[in-house]
């Protein structure tokens, strides 16, 4: 079984252009959730998608972030226009949804941001 | 809000040596709990988990922890280390009704041949 997918695994780009990072869950996951860690500090959480719903994006810092799943399939996580402080590593989870309360979720590699 | 915390930011330990790594976490009701792993350039691994049942976990690569409620305490234990064991261990909460991690910040383990 593929695990999560991430692309790229790096980035560097400068402030004011914009990313997109892209997500692949394991196949027939239909939770994903995007997480970020800013160098030194916490895994953060940014949001959380059942499906192709939004069903948590409390953790979005701001209007600047954008993030898509048509289909229910892939997601796409977009800055624009990208800020310094939006440097670090962007990872992506998913899990089954089966089981509401009781679920792992599976990593991806993680996309490190770089924005000068 | 909901925290995580964990005791140590870098350990060092000997090969064979006892590891413990501590995490306590701020909320008040009923969470599940994890600890994951991340080896260098690679991805984020589960070791364990915990729902409910016994408080003493067993998960894999010898790893154990045991969740202690009325400290709010989920302690990652392994008798004996390996150089393989470099890694950071993260640990994470999620509420009982929710599905979002809170993250303890890690804790850098490197252990010397």
């Known amino acids: 079984e593929a695990g999560v997918t991430q692309f790229p695994s790096h980035s560097v780009i400068e402030k004011g252009q914009t990313v997109t990072l892209r997500c692949d869950p394991i196949?027939?996951?239909?939770?994903l959730y995007w997480y970020r860690r800013v160098m030194g500090k916490e895994i953060k959480f940014l949001l959380h998608?059942?499906?192709?719903?939004?069903?948590?994006e409390s953790g979005m810092p701001n209007n600047r972030f954008l993030a898509e799943r048509t289909g229910g399939t892939y997601s796409t996580l977009k800055v624009q226009p990208a800020e310094l402080e939006d440097s670090g590593v962007y990872f992506c989870a998913s899990s089954h949804g089966l089981e509401k309360v009781k679920e792992t979720q599976y990593f991806g590699p993680g996309t490190r941001l770089l924005v000068l | 809000a909901q925290s995580v915390s964990q005791h140590n930011h870098h350990v060092i330990l000997s090969e064979a040596a006892s590891l413990e790594l501590g995490c306590n976490y701020s909320?008040?009701?009923?969470?599940?709990l994890f600890w994951y792993v991340q080896y260098p350039g690679q991805h984020l691994q589960l070791l364990l988990k915990?729902?409910?049942?016994?408080?003493l976990v067993k998960g894999i690569k010898g790893f154990e922890a045991e969740f202690i409620k009325s400290k709010f305490s989920f302690n990652l234990r392994k008798p004996s280390v390996q150089w393989s064991d470099t890694a950071e261990y993260f640990c994470a909460v999620t509420p009982n009704y929710g599905q979002n991690f809170v993250f303890g910040p890690g804790t850098r383990l490197s252990v010397l041949p």
């Open positions: 915990y729902f409910s049942g016994d408080p």
């Open positions: 998608f059942v499906k192709e719903s939004k069903q948590d």
């Open positions: 909320y008040g009701g009923t969470v599940n």
């Open positions: 196949s027939g996951h239909d939770n």
